[in-house]
């Protein structure tokens, strides 16, 4: 456990439907990623905050996806319209933010099935 | 398009052998090599990291050997055990875009 939770764990959803998961960081730390698995594939980054700042979006997969951490602590992402390409694993992941090299520690992820 | 390339994309080996996992990149503004180990239903959790400027990093039985001007880095794995059946991921972090770029990964079973 590397004190990176997120909710849910699993989420099955129809296409179209909206779906949002939670990612609560180390408490300590200022940075916060969002990332996406698909099987058999390497974590693929989306997106980052710099506490409650976006600093980085311009990897989000599309303008159905959108992520927010309003007051620098835990962050949501949000799909809208889910397809069934969405389907995948997504990894949340934070750093101290002391320094760009600093160690990303991942949570265990929610896997999203769109059926 | 997938910056970092890893081969294989599966290994197995006995126990006590040294698999070895090859990464290569193409962006020079890389600096920084991370390895990750994902088991399954788990996160990556980092294993061993290194900056172009060393070319070998050992720790315990991970090491890391890098050739800059090849942009290759590679693992190796000293005397392996089960328990270090998983999935491996190289990466490269861009320190200008704040963000880890991954490799494919490589599944490794080792043996008993």
């Known amino acids: 456990d590397t004190g990176v939770s997120q909710d849910p764990r699993h989420k099955i959803t129809k296409r179209g439907q909206n779906v949002t998961f939670r990612c609560d960081p180390i408490?300590?730390?200022?940075?916060l990623y969002w990332y996406r698995q698909t099987l058999g594939q390497g974590p693929e980054f989306l997106t980052y905050f710099q506490n409650e700042a976006q600093l980085e979006k311009s990897r989000l997969l599309s303008d159905r996806f959108s992520a927010e951490r309003p007051k620098g602590s835990f962050s949501t992402l949000e799909i809208q319209r889910t397809e069934q390409g969405d389907s995948a694993m997504y990894l949340c992941a934070s750093s101290p933010g002391t320094h760009s090299y600093n160690e990303q520690f991942f949570g265990p992820g929610t896997r999203l099935t769109v059926l | 398009q997938q910056q970092v390339k890893q081969s294989p994309q599966s290994l197995i080996v006995q126990k006590g052998g040294i698999p070895i996992i090859n990464c290569a990149y193409e962006?020079?503004?890389?600096?920084?090599f991370p390895w990750y180990q994902q088991f399954p239903g788990k996160g990556p959790a980092l294993l061993i990291a290194i900056r172009p400027d060393v070319s070998e990093k050992k720790e315990g039985r991970f090491t890391i050997s890098f050739n800059k001007s090849a942009k290759q880095f590679s693992l190796h794995i000293m005397d392996s055990q089960p328990g270090d059946s998983a999935t491996y991921f190289c990466a490269a972090f861009n320190n200008a875009g704040n963000m880890l770029t991954f490799g494919g990964g490589t599944r490794l079973m080792v043996k008993p």
């Open positions: 408490s300590e730390h200022n940075r």
């Open positions: 962006n020079t503004a890389f600096d920084y």
